[in-house]
């Protein structure tokens, strides 16, 4: 069992950057691969990122690639995802999600999911 925790969404101008951080907890949580996903309301929720368990393994939606970074420290247990050049378009809960070991593109294939988290982004 894994618990996940987001934190670090908030308010920001276009162009600008907010770093999220996702904390877990429980067993094991450091074999576990992460994945970055976003919902808008009226949408469906999409794929961000994905970092492997080790950390050598990373894939990006094509809409954040080269202003979204993921990366991890296992001795804390945290994930963390860096949005730079951010746009109106990156508005929406942003929600960490953990299964084992490898990473996967949709939300299907993860077990565990934290709170969300809010980001705004204004023109």
């Known amino acids: 069992q894994v618990q996940l925790v987001e934190s670090g969404g908030g308010l920001v101008q276009a162009g600008g950057s907010l770093r999220l951080s996702c904390a877990a907890s429980g067993r094991t949580a450091s074999t576990y691969a992460m994945g970055w996903f976003r919902q808008a309301p009226g949408k469906e929720r999409e794929f961000v990122a994905t970092i492997s368990w080790k950390g050598g393994t990373t894939y990006y939606a094509d809409s954040v690639k080269g202003r979204f970074t993921v990366s991890r420290d296992n001795a804390k247990n945290t994930v963390y995802l860096q949005m730079n050049s951010l746009k109106p378009d990156d508005t929406a809960v942003y929600y960490c999600?953990?299964?084992?070991?490898?990473?996967?593109?949709?939300?299907?294939?993860?077990?565990?999911w934290g709170q969300g988290t809010q980001v705004t982004v204004s023109s």
């Open positions: 999600a953990a299964r084992p070991f490898t990473t996967a593109l949709l939300a299907t294939a993860y077990d565990y």
